[in-house]
């Protein structure tokens, strides 16, 4: 009965990642008019799918460094993500559930050894770094790349629908390895067959076609409303390459922070106006995931009384 209520949680987990999380990789392609939302939802599933087993059979280093954190094997963390996720949804704003598991896995470490663990501690700072080096990526990208989408649009449109799917491909190494690896401990073998990870790429597809619209909306239109589609290129480019940097070395990022990041990167370089209203409650709410997520956790691990 634990194993069947374990499981059933990690398969919320996956859902809401793919309602909240995923859809920001085909945002850009949305938002310019080169993808319909439902066959940037197809292109993504697919994408995600195949990511996930790429990473997972031949680099799987984000998975690594997560198992190596304490707590990662708990419930609690996982819980703690789908309380938050489902609250973000709630309101329209996009999350990191990375971040967010990230964050409840140190709330049970404080728990465990009165303290976050230095593996941690040092995973946060590695994402924090992540994200400047997305703003700059955003930036150069724009510097060389520009010009030449904006002459050719139709380059540009071929170009955000490879990035779209280059993007979705870099969740399912991101967020795919994250998650999905959790059922590796409540398998019957302790491993994962292939047919559980095409589940949960399909439960993730199935979490994005449910509910990403609002999330790809405000991060494709409404945090730079005047984008167009060669400066949305460009930043579609400058965060691939750099979750794809992110996912060789082992280091848990955010797909959705990347991406963001990259794009304010990319508005500042092509003299785009960026919202500061959306751009204040983005930063507003990733500011809290840490202190909130590792507080739910931690009080999670009180009143259940965890043992570890």
């Known amino acids: 009965m634990t194993e069947l209520f374990t499981v059933c949680v990690i398969y919320a987990v996956i859902f809401v990642n793919g309602a909240t999380d995923a859809p920001n990789s085909i945002s850009g392609a949305v938002a310019s008019g080169a993808l319909s939302?439902?066959?940037?939802?197809?292109?993504?599933a697919v994408f995600n799918f195949a990511g996930l087993c790429v990473s997972y059979m031949f680099f799987p280093a984000v998975a690594?460094?997560?198992?190596?954190?304490?707590?990662?094997?708990?419930?609690?963390?996982?819980?703690?993500?789908?309380?938050?996720?489902?609250?973000a949804w709630v309101?329209?704003?996009?999350?990191?559930?990375?971040?967010a598991l990230v964050a409840a896995v140190g709330g049970v470490s404080l728990y465990a050894l009165g303290r976050p663990d230095a593996r941690f501690i040092d995973v946060c700072i590695k994402s924090a770094v992540s994200c400047a080096a997305g703003f700059a990526s955003g930036?150069?990208?724009?510097?060389?790349?520009?010009?030449?989408?904006?002459?050719?649009?139709?380059?540009?449109?071929?170009?955000?629908?490879?990035?779209?799917?280059?993007?979705s491909a870099c969740h399912g190494m991101q967020d795919g390895q994250k998650f999905v690896l959790l059922l590796a401990p409540v398998s019957a073998s302790g491993r994962l067959s292939l047919g559980s990870v095409l589940l949960c790429s399909a439960v993730?597809?199935?979490?994005?076609?449910?509910?990403?619209?609002?999330?790809?909306?405000?991060?494709?239109?409404?945090l730079v409303p005047a984008c167009s589609m060669a400066l949305s290129t460009c930043a579609d480019m400058g965060a691939v390459m750099c979750t794809l940097a992110s996912s060789f070395f082992g280091i848990p990022v955010s797909?959705?922070?990347?991406?963001?990041?990259?794009?304010?990167?990319?508005?500042?370089?092509?003299?785009?106006?960026?919202?500061?209203?959306?751009?204040?409650?983005?930063?507003?709410?990733?500011?809290?995931?840490?202190?909130?997520?590792?507080?739910?956790?931690?009080?999670?691990?009180?009143?259940?009384?965890?043992?570890?």
């Open 37 to 44: 939302y439902r066959s940037a939802c197809v292109l993504c």
């Open 64 to 87: 690594d460094t997560m198992a190596s954190l304490k707590g990662s094997d708990s419930i609690i963390p996982m819980v703690t993500v789908v309380i938050f996720a489902v609250a």
């Open 91 to 99: 309101l329209g704003i996009p999350t990191s559930e990375s971040h």
């Open 139 to 167: 930036g150069i990208v724009t510097t060389f790349a520009a010009s030449a989408l904006h002459l050719r649009q139709r380059l540009s449109r071929k170009v955000q629908i490879l990035c779209a799917a280059l993007s």
């Open 204 to 222: 993730m597809g199935l979490g994005c076609l449910s509910g990403g619209r609002k999330m790809t909306d405000t991060v494709g239109a409404e």
């Open 255 to 308: 797909t959705t922070y990347m991406k963001t990041c990259t794009l304010m990167g990319t508005a500042s370089v092509g003299r785009a106006r960026v919202s500061g209203k959306v751009a204040r409650r983005l930063f507003a709410v990733w500011i809290l995931t840490y202190p909130v997520c590792m507080a739910i956790a931690y009080a999670l691990c009180r009143v259940l009384d965890t043992s570890f």
